[in-house]
């Protein structure tokens, strides 16, 4: 019933800056929270930051001076502005949409690399 579609990845240099969106379509009036996860290869999915149907906001120790979570409600648009990125960073980034009851949606993924 929900639909998520990820862009804003790419290649940028150690100390850029990259934005992420994730737009939401179909039932959007079901979801009560969005967030990104990321997972880079032979590691574990790991979470990044999530944001409430309210606006709270929640980040992951290794980002959270660096990571700003927002949300656009007229647009159904979550993004994520990464900045002073770092190759640690490097992994494909997974937005997902969460309900009350219900299993997650999971966006495809969106590759991002940083590089030294």
């Known amino acids: 019933q929900v639909q998520l579609v990820e862009s804003g990845g790419g290649l940028v240099q150690a100390g850029g800056s990259l934005r992420l969106s994730c737009a939401a379509s179909?039932?959007?009036?079901?979801?009560?929270?969005m967030g990104w996860y990321r997972q880079a290869p032979g590691k574990q999915r790991e979470l990044v930051a999530t944001?409430?149907?309210?606006?709270?906001?929640n980040y992951a120790d290794p980002v959270k001076d660096r990571v700003t979570i927002s949300r656009d409600n007229a647009k159904n648009t979550v993004y994520l502005q990464m900045n002073s990125l770092k190759p640690e960073d490097t992994a494909v980034y997974y937005c997902?949409?969460?309900?009350?009851?219900?299993?997650?949606?999971w966006g495809q993924g969106t590759q991002v690399t940083v590089s030294s």
């Open positions: 179909g039932s959007t009036s079901s979801i009560k929270a």
């Open positions: 997902y949409a969460g309900y009350q009851v219900y299993y997650p949606t």
């Open positions: 944001i409430t149907s309210g606006g709270s906001t």
